[in-house]
């Protein structure tokens, strides 16, 4: 069982930035696909990106490329969200997710999906004030 635990939400104003970490169990973290989602009251939860285990190869929604950056640290079994120049729609409860892999996270598509992941964290709480 992997777990996952999420830190590093919090308040905001537009325009600042925040950093958040997951830090994962499992001895294999780093050939796992890790992705971070996002969900807003009475939203669908959404795609925000993702990293592949090997080579690092990254994955955006367009909504946030160019602001945030997703990152990984295999020898602290961490990944991060750095999120910069914040706006008020980016308010939402943010999610880690892990898979090892599948032929459907193989694909890119498989990357930006929510079922496309096995495990998740509790997730951790994001508000950016106008």
């Known amino acids: 069982q992997v777990q996952l635990v999420e830190s590093g939400g919090g308040l905001v104003q537009a325009g600042g930035s925040l950093r958040l970490s997951c830090a994962t169990s499992?001895?294999?973290?780093?050939?796992?696909?890790m992705g971070w989602f996002r969900q807003a009251p009475g939203k669908e939860r959404e795609f925000v990106a993702a990293?592949?285990?090997?080579?690092?190869?990254?994955y955006y929604a367009d909504s946030v490329k160019g602001r945030f950056t997703i990152s990984r640290d295999n020898a602290e079994n961490t990944v991060y969200l750095q999120m910069n120049s914040l706006k008020p729609e980016d308010t939402a409860v943010y999610y880690c997710a892990a898979t090892r892999g599948s032929t459907y996270t193989a694909q890119a598509m498989g990357v930006m999906a929510a079922k496309g992941y096995d495990y998740w964290g509790q997730g951790t709480q994001v508000t950016v004030s106008s």
């Open positions: 499992g001895r294999t973290f780093s050939s796992y696909v």
């Open positions: 990293i592949r285990g090997s080579f690092g190869i990254t």
